[in-house]
């Protein structure tokens, strides 16, 4: 299997600065993000922590390309996608960016591998859609369509679609949020697989504080802003998370 050359320890892939978001709602100005200042790093497994409404999944979709800031900045191995023009966005989210959220998105057609397919055939130097299904532990499921999958199952074959490209980078918005705790941690250990096998930059957004045990950083956000960051010297095994 190819994987992409391991990055430095402690290289800084994204550098966020002063990121602000505001919506116009009318005569009413609401702020999604207020002076967001963050660096995430090669490798890393990180868990934007926070409440509904505080601004975590804005500042997800602005890293991976999906929105953009009102203002600040956003550099992504240097490069300032702030200035990126729409066909830029686009490359950069086809070729280094993975996103895994909490509804699969599964198109209920075609199997888990013609699933991971999609992608693959459009990336650039993907892995196999049977490498991908294999490292979320779907290797017995390849042939079977989304109806014959339980929800932890079609969220592993949207991870294993995520991974196939082999992306430097993985967002994940509530992943398990649509999940019971038990099949819940059976995807938390999934994307725990990816990023140790792949090295995968791996950032998932939850609000729920027991998954956060598992990353190495614990980024606090609370009404738009960055309140706390935690370093977790020990991180706890997904397999070892209860909630």
Not at 97 to 124: D, M, W
Not at 191 to 214: C, D, F, K, P, S
Request: proline share 5%; aromatic share 6%.
């Amino acid at each position: 299997m190819k994987h992409p050359p391991q990055e430095t320890p402690h290289k800084i892939v994204f550098e966020a600065r002063g990121v602000t978001k505001v919506y116009d709602m009318g005569t009413v100005q609401v702020y999604a993000l207020r002076g967001v200042d963050l660096d995430l790093y090669a490798g890393e497994l990180v868990v934007l922590l926070g409440a509904s409404g505080s601004g975590k999944s804005t500042l997800l979709n602005i890293l991976g390309g999906l929105d953009t800031a009102t203002a600040g900045r956003v550099f992504y191995r240097g490069e300032d996608l702030t200035q990126a023009d729409e066909h830029q966005l686009t490359d950069y989210r086809r070729y280094h960016v993975g996103f895994v959220f909490q509804f699969y998105n599964l198109i209920p057609s075609l199997t888990a591998r013609e699933n991971v397919a999609i992608v693959t055939e459009i990336a650039r130097d993907p892995m196999t859609p049977e490498e991908a299904l294999d490292i979320v532990g779907l290797s017995d499921r390849m042939d079977h369509f989304p109806a014959q999958l339980s929800g932890g199952q079609q969220q592993r074959v949207a991870i294993a679609r995520a991974i196939a490209k082999q992306p430097a980078v993985l967002l994940c918005d509530e992943p398990t949020g649509a999940l019971d705790s038990k099949t819940g941690v059976v995807v938390l250990e999934a994307l725990e697989r990816v990023n140790r096998a792949l090295g995968t930059t791996t950032a998932i957004i939850t609000h729920n504080a027991a998954q956060a045990q598992m990353a190495s950083r614990i980024i606090h956000l609370s009404d738009g802003q960055v309140t706390q960051i935690e370093q977790n010297p020990n991180p706890m095994p997904a397999s070892e998370i209860t909630w």
